[in-house]
T-cell receptor, first 114, second 112 residues
Framework: DAMVIQNPRYQVTQFGKPVTLSCSQTLNHNVMYWYQQKSSQAPKLLFHYYDKDFNNEADTPDNFQSRRPNTSFCFLDIRSPGLGDAAMYLC?????????????FGPGTRLTVL | AQRVTQPEKLLSVFKGAPVELKCNYSYSGSPELFWYVQYSRQRLQLLLRHISRESIKGFTADLNKGETSFHLKKPFAQEEDSAMYYCALLRGSGGSNYKLTFGKGTLLTVNP
């Protein structure tokens, strides 16, 4: 009954080699978020989608891109991963209707950059 | 700018002792605050929100606008409360623009 699913759970890539992380949801939520969390740091919002509308945070590097082909799926693309991009990447969703509702998180994908 | 500060990275208490996890915020608007929790090997999940004024698993949190604080309290800690706790501040408005700013988290350990 997993509601927010992230694949893979662990991803290893090489410096500069593009990588894609995947998130899917069974909640039919309008809003999907991507967070980056480095060790001992707060989850940091990279961007989010409201339906197909993309909202980038001002300080998100251009190296990070996202795609949302349909309601259920959202992808995080890192075009040229650097060593500093090694982190846990969290996907979250919320309904986006009316007053704010809680965000439901996936288990995360831990990215290692060699 | 919005900011959430959790001054304690680690907090260790004994079972049955009271526990308080501190959270301070800075925000120019009317704040809406949350506590999220992450138990070992589980995903991040909502524990409680200030507008609900509810007690979840014995935890309560009161928003103090004068002190810009939203501390999480429980009178008698249990071993199963051991987890990472994140305070979070809602920013933005409207269904399309709600976003959370998280603190760095406090790792609570409840010893037997």
């Amino acid at each position: 009954d997993a509601m927010v699913i992230q694949n893979p759970r662990y991803q290893v890539t090489q410096f500069g080699k593009p990588v894609t992380l995947s998130c899917s949801q069974t909640l039919n939520h309008n809003v999907m978020y991507w967070y980056q969390q480095k060790s001992s740091q707060a989850p940091k919002l990279l961007f989010h989608y409201y339906d197909k509308d993309f909202n980038n945070e001002a300080d998100t590097p251009d190296n990070f891109q996202s795609r949302r082909p349909n309601t259920s799926f959202c992808f995080l693309d890192i075009r040229s991963p650097g060593l500093g991009d090694a982190a846990m990447y969290l996907c979250a969703t919320t309904s986006g209707t009316g007053t704010y509702n809680e965000q439901f998180f996936g288990p995360g994908t831990r990215l290692t950059v060699l | 700018a919005q900011r959430v500060t959790q001054p304690e990275k680690l907090l260790s208490v004994f079972k049955g002792a009271p526990v308080e996890l501190k959270c301070n915020y800075s925000y120019s608007g009317s704040p809406e605050l949350f506590w999220y929790v992450q138990y070992s090997r589980q995903r991040l999940q909502l524990l409680l929100r200030h507008i609900s004024r509810e007690s979840i698993k014995g935890f309560t949190a009161d928003l103090n606008k004068g002190e810009t604080s939203f501390h999480l309290k429980k009178p008698f800690a249990q071993e199963e409360d051991s987890a990472m706790y994140y305070c979070a501040l809602l920013r933005g408005s409207g269904g399309s623009n709600y976003k959370l700013t998280f603190g760095k988290g406090t790792l609570l350990t409840v010893n037997p």
